[in-house]
């Protein structure tokens, strides 16, 4: 099993910056896959940005140019930097990991942090 802690989350005003990390813990030794979902209540769980330790990156066309996700393999952390915020940015934001890069969500999941972006 794997721990997925995540934080940073918080209020920023539109066109600021936020920086998400997410820390892994447990059986993470041949942990690949670490990736950012957020959901708007009401709505289905989306992917933000994926990262495989091979060096894969995808991001959602809505996030591209402002976002950016890096992670510290050694530290087994993960991180989501948001620049340039919109209104509909505002969600929860999920850490995701798996051991396997398959462009899905891995089977583990972090509790979610609160991203809310005032207009």
């Known amino acids: 099993q794997v721990q997925l802690v995540e934080s940073g989350g918080g209020f920023v005003q539109a066109g600021g910056s936020l920086r998400l990390s997410c820390a892994a813990s447990?059986?993470?030794?041949?942990?690949?896959?670490m990736n950012w979902y957020r959901q708007v209540p009401g709505q289905l769980r989306e992917l933000v940005a994926a990262?495989?330790?091979?060096?894969?990156?995808n991001y959602a066309d809505s996030v591209k140019g402002r976002f950016t996700i890096s992670r510290d393999d050694a530290k087994k952390e993960v991180y989501l930097q948001m620049n340039d915020l919109e209104p509909e940015d505002t969600a929860v934001y999920y850490c995701?990991?798996?051991?396997?890069?398959?462009?899905?969500?891995?089977?583990?999941w972090g509790q979610g942090t609160q991203v809310t972006v005032s207009s």
């Open positions: 995701n990991a798996g051991y396997r890069y398959t462009g899905n969500a891995g089977p583990f």
């Open positions: 447990g059986n993470t030794l041949s942990l690949n896959m």
């Open positions: 990262s495989s330790r091979s060096g894969i990156i």
